[in-house]
């Protein structure tokens, strides 16, 4: 209940700019803004801040305000979004763990609420400890997780329903542990997850690649597995399957925006997420960063959306989790 009040009282407060059809001419969207539904350093965060300089790097957009507003896994920024109809200059940076938590915080308002803009990228996530960990492999992780799975706490990026939540649950059905055996720890984004795995407060944690590249590379954290497909590029780390463990998963990151926009403002939004898509400083992003191209462009991603919604909520129920 104190969820859903949080959510009701965002809804209740008055639209960030004023709301209808843009007057701008030219391409670009002047007063742009960009919600992130998250805390600084999270996988939203990075993405939404990485896709506004590479829109400034290409000449594509200029002064984009980029902010957060966290709270409730994404689900309060979700309301201040659905608030603010037909406004055509806001977007918010979102992906599966927004559709997770609208199932698992009881969120009034859903994706389905609002107008798809294009789905960006995915990655896989990364199984990681501190560099003083006892864990070198996943061998020995799995083994005292399944020996004493309550004392081995894991950490996410991400409240239950979340990519960082749902990853960890189905290591845990696919080694023969029920997910109410894991000891859960939820964060609001990557960056408030990093400081609990570097000071050992959890066993584990994981999250997206792109949000702990710097600190792998530094040797501050130590990747165990990855959990999509293939092994990922400049990370020396097996898979999961190749370590034993049957679980693929990989995460996605998208916009979207307000309900009821003008078609002149949905069309704009799509073009300049098409042209931010094509532009070199985007691509070099992309690789950078171990992100792969995902894009999607409006209704095709509104499809996308709606088949996500359906997959987790199955994934949830399974999982006993919805």
Known sequence: MAVVAAVLLVLLVPPLISTGSSSDTGAQIRGLRMLVPNSPG??????????????????????????????????VGLG?????????????????????SVYTNHSPVSLQDTTPIAKLVEEPNVVVVAKDSPYHDLAQLIADWKAKPGEIPVGGGSSPGGPDHLAPMLMAKAIGLSPKQVNYVPF???????ASVLGGKVAFGVSGIGEYRDQIEAGEL????????????????????????????TNWRGVVAPPALSDKDREKLVALFDRLNDSPAWQDALQRNGWTEAFQPGPEFGEFLRQENDRVASVLKELGLA
Not at 48 to 71: C, H, I, W, Y
Not at 225 to 244: F, K
């Open 222 to 249: 130590r990747v165990l597995a990855v959990t999509g497909p293939q092994r990922s590029p400049g990370v020396d780390a097996p898979t999961l399957t190749e370590a034993g463990v049957d679980v693929q998963f």
């Open 42 to 75: 999270g996988g939203y965060d990075i993405t939404a801040r990485t896709a506004v300089k590479a829109m400034e790097d290409a000449g594509l957009q200029s002064n984009v305000e980029v902010f957060n507003l966290p709270g409730a896994g994404g689900t």
């Open 188 to 194: 609001d984004g990557g960056g408030e997850l990093l």
């Open 80 to 100: 201040r979004v659905v608030n603010e109809r037909g406004n055509g200059k806001l977007a918010m940076s979102m992906g599966l763990g927004v559709v997770g």
